[in-house]
């Protein structure tokens, strides 16, 4: 072996020795991750679209026939958790006081000419109002098609003129038809195609374990690339520098230390998707492994550089704590960049996470192969190729 | 008849060395040289010059003129120069979640010493620093003075011919300092050579074989120090004098008016004087006739710390 790589390795087992024995540090950065993972599945894999259950408060003050078979079917409505409220205020109260995502209010009879329907709505829950809007439709078509046909007709009755008695006749007989046998609602309008291959609910899973990997993995590595502050505080980079080796050989050990502890965070996050989403971390294992050590590597050698730049312990907690949450909210670690407005979603891919996040989406969830990640992998490993120089140049640098 | 013994070549040589931050010129022209069983004392001030000229000597830094050899070469740029070096820091350059076998063993490996040699060279250290028995408890748990020694252990692993300890012994209590002590002189007998950077003046006196004063980047006084002492005051004597604490201003006019001057010791008052006890005893009397009746009046032979202030003197004069 030589010597400068058993230098390395020496620098390695003090990195682990030292983790090893910081149970805190040990459970932030082994076992959190992957909590944290689970916490933000479960709140997000519901808005991927089929899950998504808003709380809706109705209230009925037409109290007719039609309307209360709406109410009732939003009541039993699967898609919704609707409850009952006695008036217009009590809804606006609920929906304001943030206890409903959003209110309906059945102010007329279904049928009756007008906008029977008042959708009360939060705009900070803006994505509720349409939902209660589309299921209200379904609950009308479904619980009340004979009010639906009487608002058709009474819609097309413009252009066909006036009814014959006859007409009319059939209409009643119709709805009363409707009223005692309702047939299921058929949507005519729309066919629904699945892209290939595509697994219900895992997109949101796959992308949330790469936000959580890469978000970890850069929190832990400029976590452990404060030693290199703590070491010059106490002296160890003075008896370093003074030696043969010089502070090469260490800042080399805490790189491999750092890429690794990425990895063994990554396999944490992965086993728990792929056990309790199914997410096929293990049937992409070819294309998974690169983009881990990829990204490892990025936040391992972009931690170092990033400390190298600070002259003191301070400085480097300031910009670390920068860097890990501007970064992750621009390369999407916090919210989903599809939700990003054009010019933030451009940004993000100035970030190492966006690279990452996409590397992975790419792997497990689209089954795309060596091409469409290649990219990823170059620019991951440039940047932390490049931090880690800026590290080995710095740590030279006699008067630090 | 024994011919006389072939003085052995100097481990370290620092001759004429410059060297300047911006427009400041923090040495200059240094000169400073050190053989193999020497223990040499840096003094000076803060803001002397000592850290950079201990940086030259590392390596760390080239200086702007003048050279300096280890070993034979220049260790700014012959790496291999500084196999021979080891740097005990001011500050416990130890990790602390690690015992001291692991740390000792780390920077054994660090230091470039071959795996197969790395146990043995390992155990020496601790032994040497008597921190054998010790040697699996991580250091955060050890006292001071122990923190001390494994922070020598650790520099000296790889049998260094020259160490530079900075301030080995600030912050212990006397038992610890005279622990180190201990260390640093069996180190002199192995034929290391001892570059001390301290403050402690009492500690380069009792240790120094030579010392060395630092003054605005000049090393103005340099040699033996029962020597230079001697050279410096003559047949002088020191005198001690222990009062009551809390003087008011004119009671410190009368002290100063009799040549007195305050120590670092709260109410305790010095000066020199060649007229030894008699002197001493003309003093206390003159003291009581003041009203400043002293608890103690001592004499002694004027020491490096009698030598320091004298030098700082002419540096104010």
């Given amino acids: ?400 | 008849m024994n011919p006389e013994p072939v003085p052995a070549a100097p481990i370290l040589v620092a001759e004429g060395v410059v060297r300047s931050y911006g427009d400041r010129r923090v040495l200059k022209g240094v000169g400073l040289s050190l053989h193999p069983g020497e223990i040499y004392a840096l003094l000076g001030h803060n803001g002397a010059g000592k850290t950079t000229l201990v940086r030259a000597i590392c390596g760390r830094l080239r200086p702007d003129a003048g050279t300096v050899l280890l070993n034979g070469a220049d260790p700014a740029r012959t790496p291999a120069a500084r196999a021979g070096l080891g740097l005990v820091p001011q500050e416990i350059a130890l990790y602390a979640n690690l015992s001291v076998r692991e740390n000792i063993e780390t920077f054994a490996t660090l230091a470039g010493v071959p795996r197969a040699k790395a146990p043995a060279a390992v155990r020496r250290a601790m032994e040497l620093t008597r921190t054998l028995d010790r040697a699996d408890a991580p250091v955060r748990t050890l006292s001071g003075g122990l923190q001390r020694r494994a922070n020598i252990a650790a520099a000296i692993v790889h049998e260094p011919t020259l160490l530079i300890l900075d301030e080995p012994t600030v912050g212990v209590d006397i038992d610890a300092r005279e622990a180190v002590d201990a260390v640093i002189r069996d180190l002199r007998g192995l034929g290391v050579a001892v570059l001390i950077v301290t403050h402690d003046l009492d500690q380069a006196g009792a240790l120094a074989d030579r010392v060395g004063f630092l003054r605005d980047g000049s090393m103005v006084l340099e040699g033996e120090p029962r020597a230079l002492v001697a050279e410096a005051f003559g047949d002088q004597m020191e005198i001690l004098v222990h009062l009551a604490e809390g003087l008011d201003m004119a009671g410190e006019i009368h002290l100063a008016a009799e040549g007195l001057e305050p120590t670092r010791r709260p109410g305790v008052w010095t000066r020199l004087d060649s007229g030894g006890y008699g002197a001493a005893g003309r003093l206390d009397a003159r003291l009581r006739q003041l009203g400043l009746a002293p608890r103690e009046i001592r004499v002694r032979q004027p020491s490096l710390a009698n030598l320091f202030s004298l030098v700082a003197e002419r540096k104010a004069a």
């Fill in chain 1, 1 to 400: 072996m030589s010597g400068r790589l058993a230098m390395s390795l020496a620098m390695m087992r003090v990195m682990a020795l030292e983790l090893w024995r910081d149970r805190a540090a040990l459970v932030m950065t082994f076992l959190l991750p992957p909590l944290v993972f689970l916490i933000f599945s479960s709140v997000f894999a519901g808005t991927s679209g089929d899950n998504l259950q808003p709380k809706l408060a109705v209230a009925d003050l037409a109290r007719t026939d039609a309307s209360r078979r709406v109410a009732a079917a939003l009541l039993k409505s699967p898609e919704l958790r609707a409850e009952t409220a006695p008036d217009a205020a009590a809804v606006r109260s609920r929906v304001k006081s943030g206890q409903v995502d959003a209110g309906l209010v059945i102010r007329a009879d279904p049928a009756a000419p007008g906008k029977p329907f008042l959708i009360v709505a939060d705009p900070s829950r803006a994505v509720a109002a349409p939902l209660a809007q589309a299921r209200t439709q379904q609950a009308l078509a479904a619980a009340a098609p004979d009010a639906a046909l009487r608002r058709s007709i009474d819609s097309v009755a413009p252009a066909l003129g006036e009814l014959t008695p006859v007409q009319s006749a059939r209409i009643d007989a119709a709805a009363a038809q409707l009223r005692e046998k309702p047939q299921p609602v058929k949507d005519d309008l729309f066919d629904r195609e699945d892209i290939a291959g595509a697994r219900k609910g895992g997109a949101v899973i796959a992308y949330y374990a790469g936000a959580v990997m890469i978000l970890f993995a850069l929190f832990s590595a400029m976590q452990g690339a404060l030693s290199l502050m703590e070491e010059r505080r106490a002296g160890v980079a003075d008896r370093l520098l003074a030696g043969v080796a010089g502070m090469g050989p260490v800042v080399t050990g805490k790189f491999l230390f750092l890429t690794a502890q990425a990895f063994v965070q990554a396999v944490m996050i992965f086993v728990v998707a792929q056990a309790i989403y199914g997410v096929e971390a293990l049937q992409h294992f070819v294309l998974w492994l690169p983009t881990t050590l990829a990204a490892g590597v990025c936040s391992a050698g972009l931690a170092l550089g990033l400390v190298s730049l600070c002259r003191t312990r301070d400085q480097a907690q300031m910009l670390s704590t920068f860097v890990i949450l501007v970064l992750a909210a621009i390369g999407g670690s916090m919210a989903p960049r599809f939700l990003m407005p054009a010019w933030l979603q451009s940004l993000g891919w100035l970030t190492p996470h966006a690279w990452v996040i996409d590397a992975y989406q790419a792997v497990l969830w689209r089954d795309a192969g060596i091409a469409a990640v290649y990219k990823a992998w170059i620019v991951l490993a440039a940047v932390g190729a490049a931090g880690l120089l800026v590290a080995q140049a710095l740590s030279r640098d006699p008067q630090r």
